[in-house]
């Protein structure tokens, strides 16, 4: 292996800098750092300080705190004394310094490179590409959908001279964009998957985005994509073009057949020879993708049989890492599917995230990819396990077994195959642990987590972290950089979960979360969650507990005050933070307005409490019928708040605007927002200017289906009467499981192959029947109960917050990142 590092000193001769402050030349770079949050091998990493919605130079401190030492950035007005031992290259645009440095990376290695651009697909094509061109090639590819301006700089810099063969994406959403990521990836075979219909936003029209999309194709030596797809616009490329589809290209679709186990025969034409392929799926973008794939493979010059051969294997790609609660206490973080060193570095990232466990375990196959290097690659597995800090490692796979060395430091037990992992598991405690399980398809480990997994009951409650972060992100999109938030976290996070929700915002860092009861807040602190927390409802005969895990309580009379006070003082407690509740109009709890002048002079007479915020909630703030009440609500409370404030002398946080406060009274943001439903995506339609994304499913299966008879009746009180011969299906959700009884007898409907069905007869407290209605379903299909909520609840004359809260403890809640 030649040289696979840097020093700084390169790197600030490879990008275009204004001016450079470098005390150690000979630093050694080897990992790239853009998100203060993800801070690992800090002794040799660069921190890129991007501007953006958080503007990376204000991390600097935290990110050299650290330990890193080695910063880009754009601001050349930082005080290096704070930073004795720093080395700093400004440039101009700190994402354009980290691209050119990533293109000057790849042009280093002669290996082929694949760049895939597109619609659809890009991600699926370069999975199934991996899949089938890894007998010949180690190849590396960009880990999940790492294809933007900055994921594809990433995404290069891992290349290094292990790899065979480069497979990237690449993925715009504006003009100008592709030359950028074209500059960097050079792709020798440049891959169009599909054209949508529609242009994406930030395109003036569809010709405008193809011809975007094709510029990744100036320089390829082989282009490949379908001629319905670039409607017309020139396909730059010099080179070979290898197309697809319909009409007179090099691979023509002459038909599709379905044949049994749910597969499909694609036939074609190429070379005037009438070829055909089977590919284990049936759904049209399957059939487009493995048609794209056929055509890269037919460019590389593969005979057809052995294209045939390796599309019969096809696997599905799994998309998500999916994480389940386990035996004995445990969370088990199940990528059984795949495993190479990007995305077990994804993996692992994930896996440092859960804070709930004191100990983190890793079960880890051999890396197929690894043959003959084997040395490099295990080194850097070892390397990304002491950066994560695992606590055990579990190997399977010979070569694992055979380089226990390199995981000396930590506590290493090594399986030669998957069987003999599964014949001592019974012998391995697993107990209140995070375990990750990272395996090669090969190794079958579904069946080790099969036998890791806490027994389920078929109903389950998905929560998609990921657009809990992005709707997160769209309010933030509308407050001003000063403004706090607030998350609320109460009734176990609107029914999604308390400690992964809290987790997840405290690694989003939200400035505050609240919760509706003392309990609560202590199971969060007993997981791990740091942040301030405010409790709603403290009871006084919980204070103590209270007071013990840090929590900050609202108080809202003057009893709960003066209660509080004397716990306070019994413990010789001075300055604990808490926070006053004024009544403006609610009338459900807090302290009277008109009481601002007592309440000072009380609070002005000890020093037990410290006033941390003083806040308000709003009545009807999505009701534009209410506006004018809600204005007397923002202005009695403004008035409250000065009076205290004045009286207390120091700065208190004054807040009380709600999730649709925050869209519909910009005045009302103050100091801090409360978000509450709008994080778990819901929001007021009318009034909507965010794209937020529904972040749970609640799901179920079929377990019996049957013919029942016309006028024959299903259910309790046979009040599901049939007027004609019908399909009956039973699913495994009740009202019990918070499947509400007013959905009964055809108000409610839930989603079976795509397709809305009805309920038949009342709700059980188990079970609730359907009426298939035609729709060719077998027992144990799944069964979307809800996914947006907002239509269902007003169907039975409730809202959102009862239907999402509503979900019964005893709803498996499952987390992935989709
Ligand atoms: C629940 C709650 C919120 C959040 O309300 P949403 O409508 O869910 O945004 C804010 N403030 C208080 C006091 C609450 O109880």
Redesign the pocket.
């Known amino acids: 292996m030649h040289e696979q590092f840097y020093t700084i000193l390169q790197v600030s001769e490879i990008i275009p800098s204004v001016s450079v402050s470098i005390s150690d030349g000979s630093a050694r770079i080897e990992t790239l750092l853009h998100d203060s949050r993800k801070v690992s091998n800090p002794a040799y990493a660069l921190f890129f300080a991007l501007a953006g919605r958080r503007d990376g130079h204000q991390f600097i401190e935290e990110v050299y705190a650290s330990g890193v030492r080695n910063f880009v950035v754009s601001n050349d007005e930082i005080d290096h004394a704070n930073f004795p031992a720093a080395n700093f290259i400004v440039v101009r645009d700190t994402l354009a310094a980290m691209q050119a440095l990533a293109a000057y990376h790849r042009g280093r290695f002669a290996c082929p490179v694949i760049g895939i651009t597109g619609s659809n697909g890009k991600t699926i094509v370069k999975e199934w590409l991996a899949q089938l061109l890894a007998p010949e090639y180690r190849i590396i590819r960009s880990p999940k959908s790492y294809n933007s301006q900055l994921g594809v700089a990433l995404s290069l810099w891992q290349l290094d001279d292990t790899y065979e063969l480069a497979i990237i994406e690449a993925g715009i959403s504006q003009p100008g964009e592709m030359q950028a990521l074209q500059r960097m990836i050079r792709p020798d075979i440049a891959v169009l998957t599909s054209i949508g219909p529609a242009h994406d936003d930030g395109f003036s029209s569809t010709t405008e985005k193809i011809t975007e999309k094709l510029r990744l194709f100036e320089d390829a030596k082989h282009a490949v994509y379908s001629p319905d797809d670039v409607q017309g616009v020139t396909v730059p490329s010099m080179g070979a073009h290898t197309t697809w589809g319909s009409g007179n290209v090099v691979l023509q679709v002459v038909g599709y057949e379905m044949i049994a186990d749910k597969r499909c025969r694609i036939q074609a034409r190429h070379a005037n020879t009438d070829m055909a392929i089977v590919i284990p799926f049936t759904d049209a973008a399957a059939k487009s993708n493995a048609l794209c794939c056929w055509a890269v493979m037919l460019s590389m010059g593969y005979e057809q049989s052995v294209i045939a051969h390796r599309m019969a294997l096809l696997q599905p790609v799994e998309m998500r890492l999916e994480m389940k609660k386990g035996i004995n206490n445990c969370t088990v973080i199940d990528d059984s599917y795949s495993n190479d060193l990007s995305s077990l570095a994804i993996a692992l990232d994930f896996l440092r995230q859960q804070q709930q466990h004191p100990t983190r375990t890793l079960i880890l196959s051999d890396i197929p990819g690894a043959d003959g290097h084997e040395e490099q690659v295990y080194s850097k597995v070892s390397n990304l396990l002491a950066d994560n800090k695992i606590d055990r490692i579990i190997t399977v796979g010979p070569q694992l077994l055979e380089r226990a060395d390199k995981f000396g430091f930590l506590n290493h037990i090594a399986f030669r195959d998957t069987d003999s992992l599964l014949d001592s598991l019974a012998d391995l405690t697993f107990e209140h642990e995070a375990i990750l399980l990272k395996g090669a398809r090969k190794y079958a480990f579904e069946r080790v987590s099969g036998a890791l997994m806490a027994k389920v009951h078929d109903t389950v409650l998905e929560i998609n972290l990921n657009a809990v972060e992005h709707n997160l992100n769209q309010y933030k999109t509308l407050l001003p950089s000063p403004v706090k938030l607030m998350a609320?976290v109460?009734a176990f996070s609107?029914g999604s979960g308390s400690f992964e929700v809290a987790n997840l915002l405290q690694f989003n860092k939200v400035d505050y979360l609240?919760v509706?009861y003392v309990d609560e807040g202590v199971e969060l602190r007993k997981s791990g969650i740091r942040l301030p927390i405010m409790v709603?409802s403290p009871s006084p005969a919980s204070f103590e507990a209270l007071v013990a895990r840090r929590l900050e309580p609202e108080l809202y009379s003057f009893t709960v005050l003066d209660d509080f006070i004397r716990v306070l003082s019994n413990q010789d407690v001075t300055g604990y933070p808490i926070h006053i509740?004024v009544d403006t109009g609610m009338h459900r709890l807090g302290f009277p307005v008109q009481d601002a002048k007592r309440l000072s002079s009380r609070l002005q007479n000890t020093d037990a409490v410290k006033v941390q915020s003083i806040?308000s909630?709003l009545a009807a703030a999505g009701d534009a019928e209410h506006d004018a009440f809600t204005e007397r609500q923002l202005n009695a409370f403004g008035k409250f708040a000065n009076e205290l404030t004045a009286a207390l002398g120091y700065p208190v946080i004054r807040h009380i605007a709600?999730?649709?406060a925050?869209q519909r009274w910009p005045q009302a943001h103050l100091d801090m927002v409360?978000?509450?439903?709008?994080l778990y995506g819901v929001e007021n339609k009318l009034d909507s200017r965010l794209l937020l994304q529904q972040t749970g499913t609640l799901k179920t299966v079929i377990t019996q289906i049957r013919q029942v008879a016309a006028g024959d009746s299903v259910g309790y009180g046979r009040r599901g009467r049939l007027v004609k011969e019908s399909t009956i299906a039973t699913v495994n959700i009740g009202y019990a499981d918070g499947y509400d009884r007013r959905f009964g007898n055809g108000v409610g409907y839930m989603t079976v192959k795509g397709r809305k069905v009805r309920t038949v007869g009342d709700i059980c407290m188990d079970m609730t029947m359907l009426d298939l209605d035609g729709i060719d379903a077998a027992e144990g299909d799944e069964v979307i109960v809800f996914g947006d909520v907002t239509e269902l609840a007003a169907n039975i004359g409730t809202i959102p917050?009862e239907l999402l809260t509503g979900i019964s403890q005893r709803v498996k809640r499952v987390y992935y990142y989709g």
């Open positions: 609320m109460k609107y609240a509706a709603m509740k806040f909630h709600n999730s649709v925050i409360r978000l509450g439903i709008g917050y």
